[in-house]
C-alpha cells in the first residue's frame, strides 16, 4: 500500500496535481507509513479534503478507501452519491487492487454504480493496473528454504489456503507435527522450541445494531432475513375462557406480500374449522392453539404462495 501511495504522489508531483487521503483509515494509515517512513510525501502535494473545493477537478487525485466494496467506506458512498465527494463525466477511478473472495457483488455494485455516474473505472479486469501482494508457491518454497524454520502455523486465507501452505512447508522439510492447522479461536502454544494446540476460546462475530454491541445472535438474524426475504403475517384470535368457542377472529394481518389481503380470506374458513376442532376436543392451552394457527396458516400459504413467512399468531382469552 505504502509503495504504490508513494508512486501516486510522485506521479501527482509530476502531472501537477495535489493529492487528498479521503476515508478515515486511509488518513490514519497513510499518516503511520509517512511516520515510519515507508511513504514519501513531496511537499507540496498532499493538501486536506477540505481544500477539494478550492481546486480545479483536473488538478487533484484523491486516494480513497472502499476497494473491495465496503458499504460505508468513501468509494461506496460515493458510487451511492451519499458522500461529500461527487464523483462525475470526465473523472476516472483506478481500482488498485485484486477482487478478493467473496466480495465480488460488493464491488461489482460500487463499479456499476460510479459507471452509472458516467465515470470511467478501470481495474484488475480490463487493465494491468495490478499485482498481488500475496506470495505465490514457488515465492513461499523460497521463503521456507532462506528461513528454514522449526514450526509452521499457515495464516490468512481460507483452509484449502492454510493446508497447501502447511504442505509447501512440510516439502521443504520441516516436520509434519510441526506444522499447525487451526481455525479462528484455537489456541497454540510455543513451548521450548515446540508448537501444539493447547485448547481453545470463544471468538466469532460480534454485531453491531443500532447503539446496542453484540446483543444479537444468530437467532435474531435468521428472523430478520425471513422478514426481509418471505414477509410476515398475523393472526389475532379472542376465545371464550369457559366454552373455549371462537368469539371474535381470527382477524389476518400480512406485510411483504405482492397479493393483496383478501387472498388470506380463503384460509379464513380452514383456519375457524381447525380451532373449532381443537377447542371441541378439548384443547384450552394458548401455546397449543398458537401453534396449531402457525401449522395450518404455514401449510396454506406454503401451498398457495410458495412463500415461508414468520407468523406471529396470538391467542387472547375473553
Known amino acids: 500500500m505504502s509503495t504504490a501511495s508513494s508512486r501516486c504522489f510522485d506521479a501527482a508531483e509530476k502531472a501537477g496535481r495535489k493529492v487528498a487521503m479521503v476515508g478515515r483509515s486511509m488518513v490514519r494509515n497513510m499518516g503511520i507509513a509517512a511516520d515510519l517512513g515507508y511513504l514519501h510525501v513531496p511537499d507540496g502535494v498532499l493538501v486536506d479534503a477540505k481544500r477539494l473545493g478550492d481546486l480545479a477537478d483536473d488538478k487533484v487525485v484523491l486516494i480513497c478507501t472502499g476497494s473491495q466494496g465496503e ?7 460515493m458510487a451511492n452519491r451519499d458522500h461529500q465527494i461527487d464523483v462525475g463525466a470526465g473523472d476516472t477511478v483506478l481500482l488498485a487492487s485484486s477482487l478478493i473472495p467473496g466480495n465480488e ?3 461489482y455494485r460500487v463499479i456499476n454504480g460510479l459507471m452509472r455516474l458516467g465515470a470511467n473505472v478501470v481495474h484488475k479486469g480490463n487493465a494491468k493496473v495490478h499485482v498481488s501482494g500475496h506470495a ?14 522449526r514450526n509452521v502455523m499457515p495464516v490468512h486465507g481460507e483452509w484449502r489456503h492454510l493446508v497447501a501452505n502447511g504442505e509447501l512447508a512440510i516439502a521443504t522439510g520441516v516436520p509434519r507435527s510441526h506444522v499447525v492447522v487451526v481455525e479462528d479461536g484455537v489456541a497454540v502454544d510455543l513451548v521450548k522450541g515446540r508448537v501444539s494446540v ?9 454485531y453491531v445494531d443500532g447503539s446496542s454491541i453484540g446483543g444479537a445472535d444468530e437467532e435474531l438474524l435468521r428472523d430478520r432475513r425471513i422478514l426481509r426475504d ?7 384470535v379472542v376465545i371464550d375462557s369457559v366454552s373455549g368457542k371462537v ?19 380463503d384460509i379464513r374458513p380452514k383456519l375457524e374449522q381447525a380451532l373449532d376442532e381443537a377447542t371441541a376436543s378439548g384443547a384450552r392451552d394458548s401455546y397449543e392453539l398458537q401453534q396449531l394457527i402457525r401449522r395450518t396458516v404455514g401449510r396454506w400459504v406454503g401451498g398457495k404462495i410458495r412463500r415461508r413467512p414468520m407468523i406471529i399468531p396470538t391467542v387472547i382469552e375473553a
Open 247 to 265: 368469539v371474535a377472529g381470527p382477524d389476518i394481518t400480512a406485510r411483504g406480500f405482492v397479493e393483496g389481503e383478501e387472498i388470506f380470506e
Open 230 to 236: 418471505e414477509g410476515f403475517i398475523s393472526i389475532v
Open 71 to 77: 458499504p460505508m467506506a468513501a468509494l461506496s458512498r
Open 136 to 149: 505465490a508457491a514457488g515465492e513461499l518454497l523460497y521463503t521456507y528454504n532462506i528461513v528454514r524454520p
Open 105 to 107: 457483488n460488493a464491488v
Open 198 to 206: 493447547s485448547g481453545a476460546v470463544p471468538c466469532g462475530y460480534i
